[in-house]
T-cell receptor, first 114, second 115 residues
Framework: ETGVTQSPTHLIKTRGQQVTLRCSSQ?????VSWYQQALGQGPQFIFQ???????GRGNFPPRFSGLQFPNYSSELNVNALELDDSALYLC?????????????FGSGTRLTVV | AQSVAQPEDQVNVAEGNPLTVKCTYS??????LFWYVQYPNRGLQFLLK??????LVKGSYGFEAEFNKSQTSFHLKKPSALVSDSALYFC?????????????FGKGTKLSVKP
């Protein structure tokens, strides 16, 4: 059983640029969620994808968008990067309808915006 | 509004002593509650969860947590701390049956275990 893998592990971008982060969900999981963890804070929910559609969103602007693919992997796209977007971005996979099984997190992508 | 609170930014414990990391929650309906641990520059590692049933939940690495509905608490405990337990601990909750499958996290508690 493979876990959740995220790529890249680290990334440096310039303010105003666009970035794409990738996530492969755990085998057997059909739902992917993305979280932003700023330095010294707990993770904040960005959005969730199930059956290739967004089915929940936190308090993040539209320049944060995503995709889920038929194999349940996912991308997080951020446009017009701002300095405050610097954070650890975590992907979590789960099995919708089986909340009790919990969420498996990847190791994250550390994004630095300069 | 739903929330999870970890009132302590840091907990210091001597190796071999018992440890407690506190968490309180405010969610509507039946809560699902989780504890995760994060080591430096790493993602979140699952420790344990409360869904239903016994109020005392046992998890990985000798950790356990006690669900207390009347006090809306879910404190993490371990009878004998190890130096290797030093890390950042997050409590999280989810509203059962909510339309969004998201977790609500506390801000984290840094656990420092000294030899």
């Amino acid at each position: 059983e493979t876990g959740v893998t995220q790529s890249p592990t680290h990334l440096i971008k310039t303010r105003g640029q666009q970035v794409t982060l990738r996530c492969s969900s755990q085998s057997g999981h059909n739902t992917v969620s993305w979280y932003q963890q700023a330095l010294g804070q707990g993770p904040q929910f960005i959005f969730q994808y199930y059956r290739e559609e967004e089915n929940g969103r936190g308090n993040f602007p539209p320049r944060f968008s995503g995709l889920q693919f038929p194999n349940y992997s996912s991308e997080l796209n951020v446009n017009a990067l701002e300095l405050d977007d610097s954070a650890l971005y975590l992907c979590a996979s789960s099995l919708e309808g089986r909340t009790g099984y919990g969420y498996t997190f990847g190791s994250g992508t550390r994004l630095t915006v300069v | 509004a739903q929330s999870v609170a970890q009132p302590e930014d840091q907990v210091n414990v001597a190796e071999g002593n018992p440890l407690t990391v506190k968490c309180t929650y405010s969610v509507s309906g039946n809560p699902y509650l989780f504890w995760y641990v994060q080591y430096p520059n790493r993602g979140l590692q699952f420790l344990l969860k409360y869904i239903t049933g016994d109020n005392l939940v046992k998890g990985s690495y000798g950790f356990e947590a006690e669900f207390n509905k009347s006090q809306t608490s879910f404190h993490l405990k371990k009878p004998s701390a190890l130096v290797s337990d030093s890390a950042l601990y997050f409590c999280a909750g989810r509203n059962y049956g909510g339309s969004q499958g998201n977790l609500i996290f506390g801000k984290g508690t840094k656990l420092s275990v000294k030899p």
